[in-house]
């Protein structure tokens, strides 16, 4: 009976376990042979809105909590990326940030934001430059703001420039 | 009985004697293998060697293909320095010479440079980019044998940094201007330093926030770019390195002070520079600050003159300043606070500006004789009645004495008199008294740029011309500014550099400012010498509380300088490199945890380590506080001081020569001193840094 109990118990723990670390938001990485540019995603999360408390230190040493927010337009999300872009073919081809798409489960795509500077600000430091890039490696985060309702299904992070089809699989 | 109870009480007095051994000898403290494995390694980086490295990667990268004027290779900042910068490179089958222009809104603000000979290898700079935009390219190609070719090419840029200073443009009058851009220098490490085109665009700006801290940026005879570099001896700007580099971030030569430069430096007729510095020894050996000028050699980088104001003013002359708080026996005195230099080749002389003693005095160089001091009568007394000798007297009308000034610069002669010396200076106006009861408020206060006349036989000082004082408190800078004559046009370019405001009102709280607890604002005007505004832009703070402008330097955007071949030799490194040997100190034999310790800067250069961070003290930060930095591996432990500032800041460079190769642990030791007397009892901390290094 004592054993059974044991048993059923260690059972549910490895379920537990199981889910736990399914539920973790690592990225399937999908290796693609003969790269120009490699990226690959360490972490990413989905916020919809980023909140910082800078701590202002007074001249009598008091610290005052100025709150920082951001905000994605109405009825999105922010999708953030840690991520390394690095060059490891021998194209000359740079990296073009256009190719870089979040794609939906309805097919549709979503490029990089403009201006992602913000994230340095909310603690996503440093962030990937968003210039063309030529050579060597760069890791940081970047952001991208995709719809709400899309960022509960499917998510997948595309290069298709020549010569660096790539594709992974942020969530299911 | 008894012997059981005498055998218990040695067994835990031979315990407690064996454990008070084992904590005070401080054995807990040595680093084991798991928090070596959990520490982060510490980096190493030589901005030559990385710069070398990264031309040299660029150019196999262009090796790889085939690249022509309608197909160029395009590499955005190259350097990592200045987003706003690319290199375009390209071959042609016949030498030609290629004008690059980057348009602009206007032809005051579109930028072309024409290279100087013919090649067929072609590395064009582009400068001068617009953030956020598409920018149009245009290459010329003009062929030796006559044909002509033009290519458009298209930059894509980022847009400016969150943390990037508001601008506002008030008057802009391009076709008046001065011709280039402004180069806006910044002073606190919080801010950035940019270029500025005629309708108040940024055209360019550097990532780096730790170079050319409040200290000049000029323009060499060989058109390179002269400031400071990023690594600090003491807290906020005292720098151990000069940089001689171009727009694109590409240093040249890195030049070793170990007396470390701050505020200003200029280049002498024979190339050599002239900077204000300080008493080499400072601060670990030496009591005061920022009162030496320097003589550097330009061919070796060594320090060949040295010109200490504590041998020519009085060091203990106290005039009322807003530098406070004030610290009971502040390590270093900074009595003179020198910010600029300029050399009077006519009489081989030295004019300096301190701001502090509001004087601007000029000595001879080889004598150290002074030949006239610029100040208010007031002050001179008792033990500096023997300056009074010095002093000018003022004729003329509307004369206003000069109070915390800035950049006092000789002008070109105008009236044929070689009795008379122009001088061009900011008067910031600080407090414009030299006592507190008699100071003027800051919201009735004022700066302005002024030109007085001195004549120097007669000893008589007289005001040519100023402007600012009609804008009232609404442009008053308690510190930092600058004024510079243009050569072309005769208009004067004004830097109300560091305008102090809480609330939108001025203050006069230096200190509060420099260490981000007030708001410090700028204002750049440029007026025609009749004191109509040509351009005058505003400038706040977005994210941070600085936005200050500790000068605005007029520059070409292009000048012959940005020719060079990538690849073709490594950076020079020429000086003294000065690091802090190993100390004594008692360490604590367990961990004392207090500190919460943040780096700028760490990394290995070399046989130095170098560092730049900030400390707390159970979570708060304090006026006053000591940092030591103890590498630790169970055989070896060395200790070593850096240097203090402010509000838990502290910098310096160690010198690893010493140290036994191996990996060590780094932890940090010291603390903070109970109320504001430097010399008082450390409140210690000690605790582990978090990172490892592995010495060579």
Not at chain 1, 143 to 157: D, N, S, V, W
Not at chain 2, 167 to 195: A, F
Not at chain 2, 401 to 422: V, Y
Not at chain 2, 566 to 588: D, F, H, V
């Amino acid at each position: 009976m004592q054993k059974k109990f044991i048993n059923s118990l260690f059972f549910v723990f490895i379920v537990c376990c199981s889910l736990l670390v399914a539920s973790c938001q690592t990225p399937k990485k999908t290796p693609a042979p003969d790269l120009n540019w490699q990226v690959a995603v360490s972490k990413f999360e989905i916020k919809d809105s980023l909140a910082a408390v800078e701590g202002v230190t007074q001249y009598d040493g008091s610290i005052l909590n100025v709150t920082h927010t951001q905000t994605p337009d109405s009825g999105k999300v922010y999708l953030i990326l840690e991520a390394t872009v690095s060059k490891v073919g021998n194209q000359s081809d740079p990296f073009d940030w256009q190719w870089l798409v979040v794609k939906d489960s309805a097919g549709n795509s979503y490029s990089r934001m403009e201006n992602d500077s913000f994230l340095d600000q909310y603690q996503f430091s440093p962030r990937i430059t968003g210039l063309e890039l030529r050579l060597g490696e760069y890791s940081g985060w970047m952001c991208f703001e995709i719809p709400a309702a899309a960022a509960k299904a499917k998510l997948t992070l595309t290069y298709t420039a020549a010569g660096s089809q790539q594709e992974i699989v942020l969530q299911k | 009985m008894k012997n059981k109870l005498l055998i218990i009480f040695v067994t835990i007095a031979l315990f407690l004697a064996i454990a008070a051994g084992v904590v005070f000898s401080g054995v807990l403290t040595i680093p084991t293998a798991a928090s070596l494995a959990k520490a982060t390694e510490v980096q190493s980086y030589d901005i030559l060697a990385a710069q070398y490295q990264r031309e040299t990667d660029i150019l196999a990268d262009y090796g790889k293909g085939n690249y022509s004027p309608q197909h160029p290779y395009i590499i955005q900042d190259p350097y990592q320095a200045n987003p706003l910068s690319a290199l375009i490179l390209f071959e042609t089958t016949e030498p030609a010479q290629t004008t690059v222009t980057v348009m602009g809104k206007n032809q005051y603000s579109t930028f072309t440079y024409t290279s100087t000979g013919f090649t067929t290898h072609h590395e064009i700079a582009v400068l001068g980019l617009y953030a956020g935009q598409k920018n149009q390219v245009e290459l010329a190609i003009n062929y030796q044998n006559g044909q002509k070719e033009v290519s458009e090419q298209t930059v894509q840029t980022e847009a400016l940094p969150y943390d990037f200073p508001n601008l506002k443009v008030q008057v802009s009058q391009p076709d008046k201007m001065e011709p280039g851009v402004d180069l806006m220098i910044s002073c606190l490490d919080t801010n950035y330093s940019y270029l500025l085109d005629a309708n108040g665009d940024v055209r360019g700006y550097f990532t780096n926030k730790n170079f050319g801290h409040c200290t000049a940026m000029r323009v060499l005879q060989n058109g390179h770019l002269l400031t400071t570099g990023d690594v600090l001896k003491l807290m906020p700007y005292n720098m151990y390195t000069l940089w001689e580099m171009n727009l694109l971030g590409k240093v040249f030569v890195e030049y070793e002070i170990p007396n470390a430069v701050h505020h200003d430096i200029i280049e002498l007729s024979n190339g050599d520079f002239l900077a204000t510095s300080n008493n080499a020894a400072m601060p670990q050996a030496y009591d005061s600050r920022e009162d030496v000028v320097i003589r550097i050699n330009r061919q070796t980088g060594a320090v060949t003159d040295q010109y200490d104001l504590r041998q020519i003013m009085d060091e203990h002359r106290g005039p009322f300043t807003n530098y406070t708080p004030g610290v009971i026996h502040a390590p270093n005195m900074d009595w003179a606070h020198l910010n600029s230099v300029e050399m009077d080749a006519a009489d081989n002389s030295i004019i300096v500006s301190s701001p502090i003693q509001s004087t601007v005095v000029k000595f001879n160089a080889d004598s150290r004789q002074i030949d006239w001091i610029i100040s208010s009568p007031e002050g001179w007394s008792g033990a500096d009645s023997k300056y009074q000798q010095y002093l000018l007297t003022p004729v003329g009308e509307n004369f206003e004495w000069s109070w915390g000034q800035h950049a006092a610069k000789i002008l070109p002669d105008t009236d044929n008199d070689p009795n008379t010396t122009d001088i061009l200076l900011m008067d910031n106006g600080q407090a414009r008294s030299f006592t507190q009861d008699q100071s003027v408020a800051p919201a009735d206060n004022y700066s302005r740029a002024v030109i007085y006349r001195i004549n120097e036989t007669n000893k008589t000082i007289q005001q040519l011309w100023e402007f600012g004082k009609e804008l009232g408190s609404s442009a008053y800078a308690t510190f930092l500014g600058d004024a510079d004559l243009l050569p072309l046009t005769g208009n004067i370019n004004i830097d109300f550099g560091g305008m102090l405001r809480q609330n939108g009102v001025p203050v006069d709280n230096i200190v509060s400012g420099v260490i981000g607890k007030t708001q410090v604002r700028s204002r750049v005007v440029e007026v025609q010498p009749g004191g109509q505004e040509v351009f005058d832009v505003s400038v706040t703070p977005n994210h941070t509380s600085d936005s200050e402008t500790y000068q605005v330097r007029k520059i070409a955007l292009y000048n012959p300088s940005i020719e060079y071949a990538l690849g073709a030799s490594e950076g020079q490194r020429k000086g003294e490199i000065q690091a802090n040997s190993p100390t004594t100190y008692k360490l604590p034999g367990f961990f004392i945890p207090r500190l919460t310790v943040s780096f700028k800067q760490l990394y290995q250069q070399n046989s130095t380590l170098v560092v730049e961070g900030n400390f707390l003290y159970q979570n708060q930060a304090y006026a006053l506080g000591k940092i030591l930095l103890v590498l630790k591996n169970s055989g070896q432990q060395y200790i070593f001081a850096t240097n203090s500032g402010l509000n838990g800041e502290f910098a310096g460079r160690l010198d690893l020569s010493g140290v036994k190769p191996g990996e060590y642990a780094i932890y940090v030791v010291g603390g903070v001193v109970d109320g504001m007397d430097a010399l008082g009892k450390i409140k210690p901390g000690y605790n582990a840094a978090g990172y490892k290094i592995d010495v060579k």
